[in-house]
């Protein structure tokens, strides 16, 4: 486990908690019920540090204009969340250093502008939230209380059942499904951020249903990178290319104003 993480914690300056650590350096970088994407130092597509560096420079130009919206400090700063997962609709699992009542590591969700506090460690909300919690909605679907059994679904998108405690070995598709996926990934990350911002601004609703339109499009194409051919996979790379320079030059403006 320690060769996933001292040269990582190391060069951020962290000291993640154990249980998180643990579980990460055994499942690897992955994604669970083909929602939660929970990402790795040395994750190609899903890597820790890309996902924690993409958050701090969205999140500092959001909070220029919105700084209610954060109710929480963001690593590097002291005693700032840190991003360790989202969801493929952008909602974000944080983890938070112990602070005030709380000796340990907690949890803290964003979901497109609304956070929640859950006073346990990274573990045992990741069981809560597939035992179906009610106080915890993470997952796009009631997948939890769907009867189906977890599993982690690797970027070759080929189901592997995860008993308890037990490592896997994560797989890695082509480097043009590698490239894609990490487009579209962003791509509705950043959708989130757009429909989280123009709710925040009281844009009309029939706006906002287009705008999550769009994002639930990415995800589905997100879905289907396994079954496409080279070709439509190379499409789908060149147009959420495009697509998400499209939404950062957008998010850069309304930064700006």
Sequence with gaps: ?????????????????????????SYGPCEIYSDLCVSHPRGA??????????????????????????P???????????????TSTGTQVNLLPPHGAWSDWTVVVNWQGWWSHH????TEFLFRALSGDSSI????????????????????????QVPAGAPLEGRAGSVDEVVAEGLLTQVVAQYGLL?????????????????????????RDRARLAEADAAEVTRLAVLYAARLKELQDLQGRAGQV
Excluded at 72 to 86: R, S
Excluded at 119 to 122: A, E
Excluded at 145 to 154: A, I
């Design 119 to 122: 006073p346990f460690g990274f």
């Design 45 to 70: 597509v899903l890597n820790l540090g890309g996902l924690i560096d993409r958050v701090i420079f969205e999140c500092d130009s959001l909070r220029r204009g919105f700084p209610e919206d954060y």
């Design 195 to 219: 429909v989280a911002a123009e709710r925040r601004a009281g844009t009309d609703p029939q706006l906002l249903e287009e705008l999550f339109a769009l994002q639930q499009v990415c995800v």
């Design 137 to 160: 909605s993470l997952f796009e679907e009631d997948v939890a209380l769907s009867g189906k059994p977890p599993c982690v679904l690797y970027l070759d998108q080929q189901p592997i």
């Design 1 to 25: 486990m320690e060769a996933d993480w001292s040269e990582f914690e190391a060069g951020k300056g962290l000291a993640l908690p154990r249980d998180y650590k643990e579980f990460v350096s």
């Design 72 to 86: 929480y400090p963001i690593f590097p700063e002291g005693g700032g969340i840190v991003p360790v997962a989202e």
